[in-house]
T-cell receptor, first 109, second 118 residues
Framework: GQNIDQPTEMTATEGAIVQINCTYQ??????LFWYQQHAGEAPTFLSY??LDGLEEKGRFSSFLSRSKGYSYLLLKELQMKDSASYLC??????????WGAGTKLIIKP | GAVVSQHPSWVICKSGTSVKIECRSL??????MFWYRQFPKQSLMLMAT?????????EQGVEKDKFLINHASLTLSTLTVTSAHPEDSSFYIC??????????????FGEGSRLTVL
């Protein structure tokens, strides 16, 4: 079966750096997405990786290793507003998005 | 980026009534739209894939006669929850892929609709 694993919850301190990992086992691979979702709101797009390596976008970076079925989202200079759930999703060979359960990130002052 | 508008944001209805939720792509044409349901503290669950001009493709376990999807134009898809019951209370979210990005185009989400069935 298809499976996306990411930690359920993480806690970090304001101003610090946090890395949220995602491992996947899917039938084919056409890219990996990271989305941010605040409670009660729809997800918003953060990043898309289809090639190995690191993609940097401001305070957020996303890394992909296709051979390891692994990705991480790196958040730097954490702000209180970064408290949210972070969803990892993989586009499989049928271009279906397979979603992880999300990682709830709690930022403490 | 592209904008997807979803309406209504909140809806409260009595058990047994039907509720329609609209999803519009405002500045792009979306041949495919996706409908998700999200229960509290859970991930998004894909309900169905809506294709313009054809029948929607439903995920296993989703009743197509209860969750009616219509995608009559390239910018509008509707989800109707028929004969709603309290267990249908959930957060419903639509998304659309901007075809300009190709098959791997970014997914844009509507604001979501919170349905409460009394």
């Amino acid at each position: 079966g298809q499976n996306i694993d990411q930690p359920t919850e993480m806690t970090a301190t304001e101003g610090a750096i946090v890395q949220i990992n995602c491992t996947y086992q899917t039938s084919g691979f056409n890219g990996l997405f990271w989305y941010q979702q605040h409670a009660g709101e729809a997800p918003t797009f953060l990043s898309y990786n289809v090639l190995d390596g690191l993609e940097e976008k401001g305070r957020f970076s996303s890394f992909l290793s296709r051979s390891k079925g692994y990705s991480y989202l790196l958040l730097k200079e954490l702000q209180m507003k970064d408290s949210a759930s972070y969803l990892c999703a993989v586009l499989d060979s049928n271009y279906q998005l397979i979603w992880g359960a999300g990682t709830k990130l709690i930022i403490k002052p | 980026g592209a904008v997807v508008s979803q309406h209504p944001s909140w809806v409260i209805c009595k058990s047994g009534t039907s509720v329609k939720i609209e999803c519009r792509s405002l500045d792009f044409q979306a041949t495919t739209m996706f409908w998700y349901r999200q229960f509290p503290k859970q991930s998004l669950m894909l309900m169905a894939t809506s294709n313009e001009g054809s029948k929607a493709t439903y995920e296993q376990g989703v009743e197509k006669d209860k969750f009616l999807i219509n995608h009559a134009s390239l910018t509008l898809s509707t989800l109707t929850v028929t004969s709603a019951h309290p267990e249908d209370s959930s957060f419903y979210i639509c998304s659309a892929r901007d075809g300009r990005g190709g098959d791997t185009g970014e997914l844009f989400f509507g604001e979501g609709s919170r349905l409460t069935v009394l």
